[in-house]
């Protein structure tokens, strides 16, 4: 085991889909602590549309729109800040989408569910994971579940946003990796609960900016028993690898990543 996993009081989803994406790339962020990706106009977009669904649903707002167009300057500001240069044109397309899906996110949930019990937002899991890993040394799952409800034939639903343009393809959203984010927070919800794992369905909404109907996108993923173990031989792959130093460059992902063309590519 590397000094720097040895260290390591937990681990997060985006952490194993980046090993899945590259060890190399993995290893620079989680473990030498390189900044990598540090956000766009896309993130920013996407934390607003997020941040707007929750205070709605806490019914913390009532003027939707307003409160989009603030977060997102905000979002814009740190941005810029940062030394990010962003595109003028896509920010006030943007602002539009933004608009529209701000007033159509809360019908699109009623539609979807009818009338349901919000459990919580923003959920935190921060959860040991040692003995479900077989580890030696004590390690946690950390994550957010953007939303779990409760429908009325007593399932819990834990949903997750993605903003996207026009929508996903079907091989995209039956994606393993993509699904194994809902799958390891259902299993760890359930967990910490005390909820079977039959009570317990998982979705996304696609929250699209360039489509122009059904913009307000759920769907259920499977996450029955095989998925779920498949889910957690998937993190035990990867935790035995980081463990083991194992931190092979996937160049199919070279021409992606932050850190094409500087020193730290270079192996």
Same mark, same amino acid.
């Given at each position: 085991?590397?000094?720097?996993?040895? =260290?390591?009081?937990?681990?997060?989803?985006?952490?194993?889909?980046?090993? $899945?994406?590259?060890?190399?790339?993995?290893?620079?962020?989680? #473990?030498?602590?390189?900044?990598?990706?540090?956000?766009?106009?896309?993130?920013?977009?996407?934390?607003?549309?997020?941040?707007?669904?929750?205070?709605?649903?806490?019914?913390?707002?009532?003027?939707?729109?307003?409160?989009?167009?603030?977060?997102? /300057?905000?979002?814009?500001?740190?941005?810029?800040?940062?030394?990010?240069?962003?595109?003028?044109?896509?920010?006030?397309?943007?602002?539009?989408?933004?608009?529209?899906?701000?007033?159509?996110?809360?019908?699109? #949930?009623? =539609?979807?569910?009818?009338?349901?019990?919000?459990?919580? =937002?923003?959920?935190?899991?921060?959860?040991?994971? =040692?003995?479900?890993?077989?580890?030696?040394?004590?390690?946690?799952?950390?994550?957010?579940?953007?939303?779990?409800?409760?429908?009325?034939?007593?399932?819990?639903?834990?949903?997750?946003?993605?903003?996207?343009?026009?929508?996903?393809?079907?091989?995209?959203?039956?994606?393993?990796?993509?699904?194994?984010?809902?799958?390891?927070?259902?299993?760890?919800? /359930?967990?910490? $609960? $005390?909820?079977?794992?039959?009570?317990?369905?998982?979705?996304?909404?696609?929250?699209?900016?360039?489509?122009?109907?059904?913009?307000?996108?759920?769907?259920?993923?499977?996450?029955?028993?095989?998925?779920?173990?498949?889910?957690?031989?998937?993190?035990?792959?990867?935790?035995?690898?980081?463990?083991?130093?194992?931190?092979?460059?996937?160049?199919?992902?070279?021409?992606?990543?932050?850190?094409?063309?500087?020193?730290?590519?270079?192996?």
């Amino acid at each position: 085991m590397t000094e720097q996993t040895k =260290t390591k009081k937990h681990i997060s989803y985006s952490e194993l889909s980046n090993w $899945n994406k590259c060890p190399w790339y993995h290893k620079l962020v989680h #473990l030498d602590g390189l900044a990598g990706f540090k956000g766009n106009a896309y993130t920013a977009f996407g934390s607003a549309i997020h941040d707007v669904a929750e205070q709605l649903l806490l019914e913390n707002i009532t003027e939707p729109v307003s409160y989009f167009e603030d977060q997102f /300057a905000t979002n814009i500001t740190g941005l810029l800040e940062d030394g990010i240069e962003l595109n003028d044109g896509l920010l006030a397309d943007m602002r539009k989408q933004g608009a529209e899906l701000s007033e159509v996110i809360l019908p699109a #949930l009623r =539609t979807e569910f009818g009338q349901f019990e919000i459990i919580a =937002t923003e959920y935190q899991l921060y959860e040991d994971m =040692t003995e479900d890993m077989n580890l030696e040394k004590e390690l946690f799952f950390k994550g957010y579940i953007d939303l779990i409800i409760k429908t009325p034939d007593g399932k819990y639903r834990i949903i997750d946003y993605k903003t996207c343009s026009w929508g996903w393809r079907a091989e995209k959203k039956s994606d393993k990796i993509i699904n194994y984010q809902l799958v390891l927070y259902k299993y760890f919800y /359930a967990k910490k $609960n $005390n909820i079977d794992l039959k009570d317990i369905e998982c979705h996304f909404i696609l929250l699209k900016r360039t489509a122009r109907k059904n913009i307000v996108e759920p769907f259920r993923i499977t996450s029955g028993n095989k998925k779920v173990q498949n889910s957690l031989d998937f993190m035990k792959k990867a935790l035995y690898n980081i463990a083991k130093g194992v931190y092979i460059k996937n160049r199919m992902n070279c021409n992606y990543c932050d850190f094409l063309h500087t020193e730290n590519c270079k192996r």
